[in-house]
């Protein structure tokens, strides 16, 4: 019973191309998305990781080793169910930094291009056992199904041609699967689907066999168990103990292989970024696993049982060759096939990508051709790569000369890969460890590794000298294979570990060991870019990567983003230039990227800002709603507290960075500037919308920390704000917080009470003003009645002389009260003019004068004629009919008041003396209060002296009071005023 | 570093009691699968640990 060759080549090419099929129904979406990104779909395509040693070489574990086979399973079952002490933190540090292989990782945490490429060679070559083992597999399983099996145990020549053919097929479907993505970016749907179909596969296969082998061999489940009893020997042997030390190496180097090995790391960290498949992978690749072992004590047995001859590896194989089923044979050979595929293809992609992204790409980038993207060069840099690591795999085997037993390729592949677990350990967890130590360990541990277990299997070469020294340091002297493994790990990690303490940690190995810590974020700083905007991006990256692709790579971080490409954001640049490095090191690896950012998109050199920028880091915390606990929980709600607070005082708030960068905005300072927070948080100041910038930049610059009155024009609407500032010394680097008062609707009840003020004093003024008006008309009057009968020319001219000198003095009355009345009803901006100080006293005492019921006090105006003060003259008559009142009204009949003024080079003092009652001390801090007074009810609104002190910080000046100024029963109030000098200017000398 | 306490907890017992477990894996009057019962009892252990949840998102 047997198949033709050709019938097998058949077989092997209609398998696989039913597989690519898979794959293109899955890319295409004929497949439902429901299933290709079903969690279940991801766990079975972690079932990678069961190639040909779980179809054939476990069974030879197993009569090797006993129930030790199972450790096999149970390095990868115990490596996901603790995934959240290792998988977790890588699955974080992939997903942000795009990285798809160990050797990125390791890159990525070493920051060193010479990491990625030693890990890379290292890699390939630990791998070279375990790609001879698939390869080996499948044409050992096609030699045996294709012919006589004494033909097969003596025909090696026949071994490579099989072997060969099998190796140009998968080489053919590695291309088709591996480059039809331009990067890892993306989840690869098609290859996911197919290997998990694959896994299906095998599983499935195999479980069939097992019903088989109990219900066709052993009669039954209770068939079985008679059999053991009747063959007590065999569950001796089975739980026979092998050597503890042996055990835990097994367990260990199988540990290790789940997260080491390049097929199992893609299709955990390069094909999945969520957290949720992992966490199903966590029970559901256990649960696989425990299927996948099942039935291999059963088959085993059964072949035991049957007697046939062929080698315990084939085992499932000679099952269906001993029970004369064509269909069986055939079930194990796709068994075999599809975990063989399966670990080729996805190890081949996998080295494929990292020979790239480590052995090429870092030291020589693609040149950018103009008619070709950086995209299509990488693809056929893959497609190349391909055929020659599998033709690599292929001359490994040859070079075995089928001489090796599937479980010893295996064990060599898995103690090679241990090595690289002391690195990938160290990434989360030992901030200490630094590049030299990860290569020297691996040099050391390697080597011996290369020396005491690989050497053997390929030359005469034997390592028996060194397997007592080895007995000796490991103390296991049963197993040379677990002896050489212990030294070798062990001199790895004490070299890594003595040369990273005796050696220096760079700053860029610190930085990076802090981003890779389980408990750190990446702590971006606020370090400015040179380039100023995102549309200058591409530009920056065209010499490095071409236009093409440099606008490509910048659009596609926009678009991940949401950001537009007029993007001047200092904050938003820092995200966009780490996405790209991200992008990039997705598509060209860790150490490219890093090259092409730092010289294309550099930050600028001496103004960098080491603060954190914590307006990222809060909301990267706020995005992520990370689940604290105890004290972290407790600061988390603490935090939250204090920035609800700040968020929702009724007062606006902003927090400006130490470089000018917006840290905080807060709703109140929505509402005051109508401007989103979103939209200018890590902008810089001077970049927000008109007119805050120059406000806020130039307060921010100011040496004072109080702006009392500042008036804002918003679309034709004037609004007046207080400003206030502190500097954040402590542990807020220099940031500045900036607190902005809207004051609009106390200046306009303000402005409404002045022009109230001035209707009362108006209206006080009244009586006097139509006892004045009144003595003008009469005289008018009495002139007219003269002029009905005057004849004499000259009398005439004289009387209308009278008349026109009665209707100046009441055209004067009218207009002094106008001015007074018309002196702001709003309030409008204030315009600081030249005015002449002595006559707008002597108008105020015009004023004042016209009240005919007010005490006869004495008005004296020293004022020099030629002093010009900058004020506003009608707001400053306000200030001097108030002042003048009130000293008027402190006063008795017999009252005296001075008003003198004093100039120095750059101000002119002025001083309102009278000698009235005086104000007591006590009371001299209120008098500017609104509302206060200490006249009697009716006769004063309380308004006087807080309009003259708001006049006066209108014009920019100061009002002072002091009291008493005399000695006696009158002590006298003296108000002083202080106004900037004026003069007119050339123009207006002019 | 966030403190996996269930997962330390539960690595702490399994290596107090590997010898006695390995011991009951191992009887000669058990039953072959035995180990794969226990296997099993693993993965529903996982199961319930997962659904409980952990968080590494930052």
Same mark, same amino acid.
């Given at each position: 019973?047997?198949?033709?060759?050709?019938?097998?080549?058949?077989?092997?090419?209609?398998?696989?191309?039913?597989?690519?099929?898979?794959?293109?129904?899955?890319?295409?979406?004929?497949?439902?998305?429901?299933?290709?990104?079903?969690?279940?779909?991801?766990?079975?395509?972690?079932?990678?990781?069961?190639?040909?040693?779980?179809?054939?070489?476990?069974?030879? @574990?197993?009569?090797?080793?006993?129930?030790?086979?199972?450790?096999?399973?149970?390095?990868?079952?115990?490596?996901?169910?603790?995934? +959240?002490?290792?998988?977790?933190?890588?699955?974080?540090?992939?997903?942000?930094?795009?990285?798809?292989?160990?050797?990125?990782?390791?890159?990525?945490?070493?920051?060193?291009?010479?990491?990625?490429?030693?890990?890379?060679?290292?890699?390939?070559?630990?791998?070279?056992?375990?790609?001879?083992?698939?390869?080996?597999?499948?044409?050992?399983?096609?030699?045996?199904?294709? !012919?006589?099996?004494?033909?097969?145990?003596?025909?090696?020549?026949?071994?490579?041609?099989?072997?060969?053919?099998?190796?140009?097929?998968?080489?053919?479907?590695?291309?088709?699967?591996?480059?039809?993505?331009?990067?890892?970016?993306?989840?690869?749907?098609?290859?996911?689907?197919?290997?998990?179909?694959?896994?299906?596969? *095998?599983?499935?296969?195999?479980?069939?066999?097992?019903?088989?082998?109990?219900?066709?061999?052993?009669?039954?489940?209770?068939?079985?168990?008679?059999?053991?009893?009747?063959?007590?020997?065999?569950?001796?042997?089975?739980?026979?103990?092998?050597?503890?030390?042996?055990?835990?190496?097994?367990?260990?180097?199988?540990?290790?292989?789940?997260?080491?090995?390049?097929?199992?790391?893609?299709?955990?960290?390069?094909?999945?970024?969520?957290?949720?498949?992992?966490?199903?992978?966590?029970?559901?690749?256990?649960?696989?696993?425990?299927?996948?072992?099942?039935?291999?004590?059963?088959?085993?047995?059964?072949?035991?049982?049957?007697?046939?001859? /062929?080698?315990?590896?084939?085992?499932?194989?000679?099952? !269906?060759?001993?029970?004369?089923?064509?269909? @069986?044979?055939?079930?194990?050979?796709?068994?075999?096939?599809?975990? $063989?595929?399966?670990? %080729?293809?996805?190890?081949?992609?996998?080295?494929?990508?990292?020979?790239?992204?480590?052995? /090429?790409?870092?030291?020589?980038?693609?040149?950018?051709?103009?008619?070709?993207?950086?995209?299509?060069?990488?693809?056929?840099?893959?497609?190349?790569?391909?055929?020659?690591?599998?033709?690599?795999?292929?001359?490994?085997?040859?070079?075995?000369?089928?001489?090796?037993?599937?479980?010893?390729?295996?064990?060599?592949?898995?103690?090679?890969?241990?090595?690289?677990?002391?690195?990938?350990?160290?990434?989360?967890?030992?901030? *200490?460890?630094?590049?030299?130590?990860?290569?020297?360990?691996?040099?050391?541990?390697?080597? %011996?590794?290369?020396?005491?277990?690989?050497?053997?299997?390929?030359?005469?070469?034997?390592?028996?000298?060194?397997?007592?020294?080895?007995?000796?340091?490991?103390?296991?002297?049963?197993?040379?294979?677990?002896?050489?493994?212990?030294?070798?790990?062990?001199?790895?990690?004490?070299?890594?570990?003595?040369?990273?303490?005796?050696?220096?940690?760079? *700053?860029?190995?610190?930085?990076?060991?802090?981003?890779?810590?389980?408990? +750190?974020?990446?702590?971006?700083?606020?370090?400015?870019?040179?380039?100023?905007?995102?549309?200058?991006?591409?530009?920056?990256?065209?010499?490095?990567?071409?236009?093409?692709?440099?606008?490509?790579?910048?659009?596609? $971080?926009?678009?991940?983003?949401?950001?537009?490409?007029?993007? &001047?954001?200092?904050?938003?640049?820092?995200?966009?230039?780490?996405?790209?490095?991200?992008?990039?090191?997705?598509?060209?690896?860790?150490?490219?990227?890093?090259?092409?950012?730092?010289?294309?998109?550099?930050?600028?050199?001496?103004?960098?800002?080491?603060?954190? &920028?914590?307006?990222?880091?809060?909301?990267?915390?706020?995005?992520?709603?990370?689940?604290?606990?105890?004290?972290?929980?407790?600061?988390?709600?603490?935090?939250?507290?204090?920035?609800?607070?700040?968020?929702?005082?009724?007062?606006?708030?902003?927090?400006?960075?130490?470089?000018?960068?917006?840290?905080?905005?807060?709703?109140?300072?929505?509402?005051?500037?109508?401007?989103?927070?979103?939209?200018?948080?890590?902008?810089?100041?001077?970049?927000?919308?008109?007119?805050?910038?120059?406000?806020?930049?130039?307060?921010?610059?100011?040496?004072?920390?109080?702006?009392?009155?500042?008036?804002?024009?918003?679309?034709?609407?004037?609004?007046?704000?207080?400003?206030?500032?502190?500097?954040?010394?402590?542990?807020? *680097?220099?940031?500045?917080?900036?607190?902005?008062?809207?004051?609009?609707?106390?200046?306009?009840?303000?402005?409404?009470?002045?022009?109230?003020?001035?209707?009362?004093?108006?209206?006080?003024?009244?009586?006097?003003?139509?006892?004045?008006?009144?003595?003008?008309?009469?005289?008018?009057?009495?002139?007219?009645?003269?002029?009905?009968?005057?004849?004499?020319?000259?009398?005439?001219?004289?009387?209308?002389?009278?008349?026109?000198?009665?209707?100046?003095?009441?055209?004067?009355?009218?207009?002094?009260?106008?001015?007074?009345?018309?002196?702001?009803?709003?309030?409008?901006?204030?315009?600081?003019?030249?005015?002449?100080?002595?006559?707008?006293?002597?108008?105020?005492?015009?004023?004042?004068?016209?009240?005919?019921?007010?005490?006869?006090?004495?008005?004296?105006?020293?004022?020099?004629?030629?002093?010009?003060?900058?004020?506003?003259?009608?707001?400053?008559?306000?200030?001097?009919?108030?002042?003048? !009142?009130?000293?008027?009204?402190?006063?008795?009949?017999?009252?005296?008041?001075?008003?003198?003024?004093? $100039?120095?080079?750059?101000?002119?003092?002025?001083?309102?003396?009278?000698?009235?009652?005086?104000?007591?001390?006590?009371?001299?801090?209120?008098?500017?209060?609104?509302?206060?007074?200490?006249?009697?009810?009716?006769?004063?609104?309380?308004?006087?002296?807080?309009?003259?002190?708001?006049?006066?910080?209108?014009?920019?000046?100061?009002?002072?009071?002091?009291?008493?100024?005399?000695?006696?029963?009158?002590?006298?109030?003296?108000?002083?005023?202080?106004?900037?000098?004026?003069?007119?200017?050339?123009?207006?000398?002019? | 570093?966030?403190?996996?306490?269930?997962?330390?907890?539960?690595?702490?017992?399994?290596?107090?009691?590997?010898?006695?477990?390995?011991?009951?894996?191992?009887?000669?009057?058990?039953?072959?699968?035995?180990?794969?019962?226990?296997?099993?009892?693993?993965?529903?252990?996982?199961?319930?640990?997962?659904?409980?949840?952990?968080?590494?998102?930052?």
């Amino acid at each position: 019973m047997s198949y033709s060759l050709t019938q097998i080549m058949v077989f092997v090419i209609a398998y696989l191309s039913g597989l690519f099929a898979v794959a293109h129904l899955a890319d295409s979406g004929a497949i439902s998305r429901r299933i290709t990104h079903h969690p279940a779909v991801y766990v079975l395509s972690l079932g990678v990781f069961a190639g040909a040693m779980a179809t054939n070489g476990v069974i030879a @574990l197993a009569q090797q080793y006993g129930y030790n086979f199972l450790l096999y399973y149970m390095g990868a079952v115990v490596m996901f169910a603790a995934a +959240a002490l290792v998988l977790m933190p890588l699955l974080r540090l992939c997903r942000v930094y795009q990285l798809a292989s160990l050797a990125d990782v390791l890159t990525f945490r070493f920051r060193s291009p010479w990491v990625g490429a030693a890990i890379t060679i290292a890699m390939c070559v630990t791998l070279l056992p375990l790609l001879a083992l698939q390869i080996q597999a499948v044409a050992g399983t096609v030699n045996l199904l294709a !012919g006589d099996s004494t033909v097969v145990t003596t025909g090696p020549e026949r071994h490579n041609q099989l072997a060969l053919f099998f190796c140009i097929i998968i080489t053919a479907f590695s291309i088709l699967f591996g480059t039809r993505h331009r990067s890892y970016q993306e989840r690869n749907t098609g290859l996911v689907t197919a290997i998990a179909f694959e896994s299906v596969v *095998k599983l499935s296969a195999l479980l069939i066999l097992m019903f088989v082998a109990l219900y066709q061999v052993f009669g039954g489940f209770g068939g079985l168990e008679h059999w053991l009893t009747d063959n007590p020997h065999l569950g001796r042997q089975l739980r026979e103990s092998v050597d503890g030390d042996v055990a835990r190496t097994l367990l260990l180097v199988f540990f290790a292989g789940a997260v080491c090995m390049p097929h199992i790391f893609h299709m955990a960290f390069a094909e999945n970024h969520d957290s949720a498949e992992m966490r199903a992978a966590t029970w559901g690749l256990p649960l696989y696993l425990l299927l996948l072992a099942l039935p291999v004590l059963p088959i085993a047995w059964a072949c035991l049982k049957l007697g046939h001859s /062929v080698p315990a590896e084939f085992s499932s194989l000679a099952l !269906g060759l001993a029970l004369e089923s064509t269909a @069986l044979s055939a079930l194990a050979f796709v068994a075999s096939l599809s975990a $063989a595929s399966a670990t %080729i293809i996805v190890t081949t992609l996998a080295l494929a990508n990292m020979c790239l992204t480590h052995l /090429v790409v870092p030291f020589r980038l693609p040149k950018t051709a103009m008619n070709q993207s950086l995209y299509t060069q990488l693809l056929w840099g893959r497609r190349i790569l391909i055929p020659v690591l599998i033709l690599g795999g292929y001359s490994f085997y040859s070079a075995l000369g089928n001489e090796q037993q599937l479980t010893e390729l295996a064990l060599v592949a898995f103690a090679g890969t241990l090595h690289f677990l002391p690195g990938l350990i160290a990434t989360p967890y030992w901030p *200490k460890a630094n590049r030299l130590g990860l290569l020297a360990g691996l040099a050391g541990g390697l080597s %011996i590794w290369f020396i005491a277990l690989l050497m053997p299997l390929i030359s005469n070469f034997q390592a028996d000298a060194l397997h007592p020294l080895f007995g000796a340091l490991s103390g296991v002297t049963q197993n040379a294979w677990a002896a050489a493994t212990l030294v070798s790990i062990f001199v790895n990690s004490g070299l890594f570990v003595l040369v990273s303490l005796v050696t220096r940690t760079t *700053k860029s190995e610190r930085v990076a060991a802090e981003i890779c810590s389980m408990d +750190a974020r990446a702590r971006p700083t606020k370090q400015s870019l040179a380039v100023v905007r995102a549309a200058d991006f591409s530009t920056q990256l065209a010499p490095a990567l071409g236009a093409k692709t440099a606008k490509s790579e910048v659009d596609l $971080a926009l678009e991940e983003l949401q950001f537009s490409a007029d993007e &001047d954001r200092p904050y938003a640049l820092r995200r966009l230039r780490a996405r790209i490095e991200a992008n990039l090191s997705g598509l060209l690896g860790p150490a490219a990227a890093n090259r092409i950012i730092e010289s294309g998109l550099p930050f600028q050199p001496g103004i960098d800002d080491d603060g954190d &920028d914590l307006y990222s880091m809060e909301r990267d915390i706020d995005q992520a709603q990370p689940r604290f606990t105890g004290l972290a929980a407790d600061l988390d709600d603490l935090r939250r507290h204090h920035r609800e607070t700040l968020d929702k005082l009724p007062i606006g708030a902003c927090s400006i960075g130490a470089n000018g960068e917006l840290l905080m905005w807060n709703r109140s300072m929505e509402q005051i500037t109508q401007i989103e927070a979103d939209r200018v948080l890590g902008s810089l100041l001077g970049s927000i919308p008109a007119p805050w910038n120059q406000i806020l930049a130039g307060f921010h610059a100011a040496d004072e920390d109080t702006a009392p009155k500042t008036e804002v024009t918003t679309n034709s609407t004037v609004r007046w704000i207080s400003l206030h500032k502190a500097a954040i010394e402590e542990g807020g *680097k220099g940031d500045t917080i900036i607190l902005v008062e809207d004051i609009t609707d106390y200046e306009v009840l303000e402005s409404e009470l002045l022009h109230s003020e001035r209707l009362a004093s108006i209206g006080r003024l009244a009586a006097g003003v139509a006892h004045e008006i009144g003595n003008p008309v009469t005289g008018i009057a009495c002139l007219a009645q003269n002029l009905e009968y005057e004849t004499d020319p000259g009398e005439i001219r004289h009387m209308a002389q009278d008349i026109l000198k009665q209707t100046a003095r009441v055209t004067r009355i009218v207009e002094s009260l106008m001015n007074f009345s018309h002196t702001g009803s709003s309030a409008g901006e204030v315009e600081l003019l030249p005015a002449n100080l002595a006559d707008c006293v002597d108008e105020a005492i015009h004023l004042l004068s016209l009240d005919r019921d007010a005490k006869p006090v004495s008005f004296n105006n020293h004022c020099d004629r030629e002093l010009l003060v900058s004020a506003d003259s009608q707001r400053l008559l306000q200030v001097f009919v108030n002042l003048l !009142g009130n000293a008027r009204d402190a006063c008795d009949e017999y009252g005296e008041i001075h008003i003198r003024a004093r $100039a120095d080079a750059n101000h002119i003092n002025i001083d309102v003396e009278d000698n009235g009652c005086g104000i007591p001390a006590e009371l001299q801090q209120q008098v500017f209060e609104p509302f206060f007074t200490t006249k009697d009810p009716g006769v004063g609104t309380g308004l006087g002296l807080s309009l003259v002190y708001s006049i006066m910080e209108d014009m920019q000046g100061k009002v002072m009071v002091a009291s008493p100024i005399l000695d006696g029963p009158q002590p006298g109030t003296r108000v002083s005023l202080q106004l900037d000098r004026a003069s007119y200017g050339t123009s207006f000398q002019t | 570093m966030y403190i996996h306490r269930a997962l330390l907890l539960a690595i702490g017992i399994i290596l107090v009691f590997l010898p006695s477990i390995a011991q009951w894996l191992t009887d000669s009057d058990t039953a072959w699968y035995r180990p794969f019962q226990l296997w099993f009892l693993l993965v529903l252990a996982a199961y319930w640990n997962q659904r409980s949840g952990f968080s590494d998102e930052l």
